[in-house]
């Protein structure tokens, strides 16, 4: 049995951002999915992860994946969260992620993103909402 479609996006998403040299400069290898009690600032979370399908099951058709990407920071400011923002946004607006022998990604969209400042008066956050069109390969 293969894994499942959000499964493998979450996977391609980690190494599309990595393999970014913008977002690199600014969060290094830094994106996670259970983020590590003591980390260094800035750095990316893999957040909810849901899977859409019509109701015949994602492994018989397409099927859409909503992903949430949580960026944090704690430099003065929301500049640093902002442009890790946009870094990671760029390196995966449109982006052709492989997902593995099992899915086909067919498009992947930025739905939006926002940058706040986090309760805690200290933390800059942002939110990436991404969707993400995939297909069982062939």
Do not use: N
Not at 39 to 48: K, R
């Amino acid at each position: 049995m293969s894994d499942p479609a959000g499964l493998a996006l979450q996977g391609a998403i980690a190494a599309a951002v990595k393999g970014s040299p913008q977002a690199a400069a600014i969060q290094g290898m830094r994106i996670y999915d259970a983020v590590p009690d003591s980390v260094d600032f800035p750095y990316t979370a893999i957040g909810t992860i849901q899977e859409i399908d019509d109701g015949a099951g994602c492994m018989e058709e397409a099927c859409e994946v909503y992903v949430t990407l949580h960026v944090w920071s704690r430099a003065v400011g929301k500049v640093e969260c902002q442009r890790l923002v946009a870094a990671v946004v760029a390196a995966l607006e449109g982006a052709e992620l492989d997902l593995g022998a099992a899915w086909s990604l067919v498009e992947l969209q930025v739905r939006s993103s926002e940058v706040f400042a986090d309760v805690d008066g200290k933390t800059s956050h942002g939110v990436i909402t991404l969707r993400a069109l995939i297909d069982p390969a062939s």
